[in-house]
């Protein structure tokens, strides 16, 4: 267990729907990063919380959003999904940029 | 943040050695190389890092050059779970944690 964690672990939806995934941060952790791995590809940076505040943003559609919550842990909404938003989407946090810890990933098929 | 180069797949005899190249010419001094592994599918891992001295914790140990423009991981006795991809990054480090940047890494297979 990294100590973040990520739900839910598989997703099955259709395309055009709505879904959420949610990551909460190792403690202490104010930081939450959201990434997007497709099928044998690269990991994407999307997205970076900091405290409750955007703190960066990479190649996320506008599809996409995210959120982080007093409580510090965040969700991915993703919506009007299609085929090729299908992927392992994964959570990380840090604290001061020292080490960053990865959750164990949501993956989402869309069908 | 620098650009690295890494082979895009090595392997290693399972209970040797596993020497991991990354180049990096272009490091300005404040930035520190790191190194994740991940294991299929799995979120990657944090190995080690360091700025520009040799670095060595329970997995790894890192061999930086004096010029700081190359690096070698180092995995002492290598299992068939460390059979991974592994990225090296090079970032300056900072209080905010902005992210990090994961490039193509090398797969590295351990074999019986």
């Known amino acids: 267990d990294s100590g973040v964690t990520q739900t839910p672990k598989h997703l099955i939806t259709a395309t055009g729907q709505r879904v959420t995934l949610r990551c909460s941060p190792r403690s202490g952790d104010l930081s939450v990063y959201w990434y997007q791995q497709s099928l044998d590809q690269g990991l994407q940076f999307l997205i970076q919380y900091y405290n409750g505040e955007e703190r960066a943003k990479g190649n996320i559609l506008e599809r996409f959003s995210a959120q982080q919550f007093p409580d510090l842990h965040s969700e991915l909404n993703l919506s009007s999904l299609e085929l090729g938003d299908s992927a392992l989407y994964f959570c990380?946090?840090?604290?001061?940029?020292?080490?960053?810890?990865f959750g164990s990933g949501t993956r989402l098929t869309v069908v | 943040d620098a650009k690295t180069t890494q082979p895009p797949s090595m392997d290693c005899a399972e209970g040797r050695a596993a020497n991991l190249p990354c180049n990096h010419s272009?490091?300005?001094?404040?930035?520190?190389v790191y190194w994740y592994r991940q294991i299929h599918s799995q979120g990657p891992q944090y190995i080690i890092h360091g700025l520009k001295n040799n670095e060595t914790n329970e997995m790894a140990s890192l061999i930086i050059t004096e010029d700081r423009k190359s690096s070698t991981l180092i995995l002492p006795h290598a299992t068939l779970r460390d059979t991974a991809v592994y990225y090296c990054i090079v970032r300056v480090f900072d209080n905010a944690g902005n992210m990090l940047t994961f490039g193509g890494g090398t797969r590295l297979m351990v074999k019986p």
């Open positions: 990380a946090s840090s604290v001061q940029g020292l080490s960053y810890t």
């Open positions: 272009t490091i300005s001094g404040n930035e520190y």
